[in-house]
């Protein structure tokens, strides 16, 4: 059974910097796609950003690009989202997931397991 557990979320200032992390298990994601997915108040789950986890190719949301990056720890089976210069409008639930389809995907639909999210706050 696949399992993500997100980790490195909590409160920050504007322009200030976190790491998060989703540790995954049971599966060999050799062929998998992942991404990460943020949801806030009132609003509808919208993608982040996604990584081939075998060649490690990413794709980003335009406004994340240039403060976000994120990567994949093959050994530790860690994906990371380290979030720089992050602003007011960043505050969300972030959800990491995988997608068995071997493509990147910025579509809810087209991911199969998920983490079960965490809380990122930013202050003004």
């Known amino acids: 059974q696949v399992q993500l557990v997100e980790s490195g979320g909590g409160l920050v200032q504007a322009g200030g910097s976190l790491r998060l992390s989703c540790a995954a298990s049971?599966?060999?994601?050799?062929?998998?796609?992942m991404g990460w997915f943020r949801q806030a108040p009132g609003k509808e789950r919208e993608f982040v950003a996604a990584?081939?986890?075998?060649?490690?190719?990413?794709f980003y949301q335009e406004s994340v690009k240039g403060r976000f990056t994120i990567s994949r720890d093959i050994v530790k089976s860690t994906m990371y989202l380290q979030m720089n210069n992050l602003k007011p409008e960043d505050t969300a639930v972030y959800s990491c997931?995988?997608?068995?389809?071997?493509?990147?995907?910025?579509?809810?639909?087209?991911?199969?397991?998920w983490g079960q999210g965490i809380q990122v706050t930013v202050s003004s």
């Open positions: 997931a995988g997608s068995y389809r071997g493509m990147w995907s910025r579509k809810v639909i087209d991911y199969n397991y």
């Open positions: 049971g599966c060999s994601f050799s062929s998998d796609s």
């Open positions: 990584i081939m986890w075998s060649g490690g190719s990413t």
